[in-house]
Structures are given as C-alpha cells and as structure tokens.
C-alpha cells in the first residue's frame, strides 16, 4: 500500500504569490536604471524573459537574444552580480511594502497543513533573501519558520527546469519523491518537480497559462477559498470540492 502523504514542497515565484510582473520586473528595471542602462522590461518582455530562471542567467539570456546592439563591457559578469544584488535590494523593499499578496488559497492551505502536522518546505530558483521578505510581509515574522527546508537561489548551480533544486530539498527532509507533493505553476517549475520524481498540482498565472503542463495531477487557476471557487483547466478534478484542502490533496495523492 501507498504511505501516507507527508510534505508539501512550495515553489514561490507565481505559485505562492504573483510576484514576477509587479515585483521581480520592477525591481530589475529599477537597478538597470540606478546603473544608467537603457534596459527596460516592459510585460510583454518579461514573458519571453521568464523563459529562463535566476536573475542573474535572465539578464544574461535578455543581452544575448534581445539586445545584439549592445557592447558587454570586459567585466560584464561583475557587473551582471552587481546589478543582480541592487535588484535583490529593490525587490526586498518593495516586498516591505506589502504591495503583493498571498495567492488565493495558499495561506489557508499552508494553516490546514500545519495543524494536520504535515511538513512544508520551499523549492525555487529566486534568492533566499527575496523568500524570506515575501514570507514576512504575507504571513508575518513566523512565516518564514513555518517552513521546514527552504531550498533557494545558488544553492543548486542548475536551476529549474533542472529537478536539482527538489532533489536538495528532499535529501534535506529525508523523504523519497513519492512521499510529497509539490506546488508550481510554471512550465520550468513542473519540469523540475517531475524531473524530480514528484506528484505536482499546478495553478497558472497570466503568464503561464499556456505553459505545457504534461504530467501535472491536476492544473487549476487558482487553489480557491470558500467564496472563491477553483476551476480545474486539466486533470481529473476536486470531486465536488470548490476549492483544494488537504481532503482534495489527500485524495489525489492517493489516486495518483
Ligand atoms: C523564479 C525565477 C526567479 C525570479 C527572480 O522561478 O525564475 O529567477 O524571477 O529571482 P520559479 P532572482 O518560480 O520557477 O522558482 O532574481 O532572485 O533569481
Ligand atoms: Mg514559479
């Protein structure tokens, strides 16, 4: 017989919180300004962009295929790492300021979680810093401990769609794959949590809804609240539930 579900694995960016359009973009546009640059990541831009994870590879990737006109300076990657820390700092303060929420469902979900005494943990490619601020300003101070590993940023040299970061966090929890499952919504995200070997449910935003999810158990808008019902755009459903709990988890993990 299957064991029994044990951890959630959460993925941060456009998963826990819609962070990359009204955060990430602005913060980087805000330290190539401070820099004098003429880059500025419009919307549109940014979608293309988030085709590659991690700041720093993203800026890389906008030069090479956006910007054959520009002339890399002899110390381009120092300066790809400095502009890469002024935008971490521009990110954490715009994140002080509260401005963007929690997704739909998620706090509730994470608190249902937390009393049943399942284990949670983090699996993203942004850096530690930027995690650490989203979860103080949704959730408060304690956010952050509610988390039992939080796997980030350069802590795995190859980032998502790469399933190294999940393979660091459950080597970190001492869990096999088939004991968790994991939470994304990108098309990077699901190729590393399924890389990994792990059960994924997914919740799409404006800029991923038409990500190939091939292999998610079940892909939705959003995770819903009571009096904000999920719709279920592919997978088998939520069994006459509006919204996912932990009953809806614990039931496709066990059909699964
Ligand atoms: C998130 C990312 C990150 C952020 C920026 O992807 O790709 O690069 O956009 O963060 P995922 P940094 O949600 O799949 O983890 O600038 O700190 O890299
Ligand atoms: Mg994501």
């Known amino acids: ?103 739909p469902g998620v706090e509730r979900l994470l608190r249902e979680a937390r009393e049943a005494g399942l284990r949670l943990a983090i699996a993203t490619t942004t850096t530690p810093a930027n995690v650490s601020a989203l979860l103080a300003s949704t959730l408060g101070q304690e956010g952050e401990s509610w988390f039992e590993v939080i796997g980030a940023g350069d802590i795995v040299p190859a980032k998502k769609p790469a399933p190294d970061i999940y393979d660091y966090v459950l080597g970190q929890m001492k869990l096999g794959p088939s004991a968790c499952i994991a939470f994304e919504d990108s098309e990077n995200g699901i190729l590393s949590s399924r890389g990994a070997g792990l059960q994924t449910v997914v919740t799409v935003n404006d800029y991923t809804r038409d990500h190939d999810f091939t292999g998610a158990t079940i892909v939705l808008d959003t995770l819903g609240e009571p009096d904000l019902p999920s719709t279920v755009l592919q997978g088998g459903g939520i069994n006459g539930n509006t919204y996912v709990n932990l009953a809806v988890l614990h039931r496709l993990y066990a059909s699964a």
Do not use: C
């Open 1 to 103: 017989m299957k064991m029994s579900l044990q951890a959630l694995i959460f993925d941060v960016d456009g998963t826990l919180a819609d962070t990359e359009r009204d955060g990430h973009r602005v913060a980087f546009n805000q330290a190539f300004a401070d820099a004098g640059l003429d880059w500025h990541w419009d919307v549109a831009t940014y979608g293309k962009l988030l085709a590659v994870t991690g700041g720093k590879e993203r800026m890389k990737y906008y030069v090479e295929q956006f910007r054959p006109d520009y002339q890399k300076p002899a110390d381009f990657e120092e300066m790809v790492v400095a502009l890469h820390a002024a935008k971490t700092d521009h990110y954490t303060a715009l994140m002080q300021e509260a401005r963007i929420p929690l997704r």
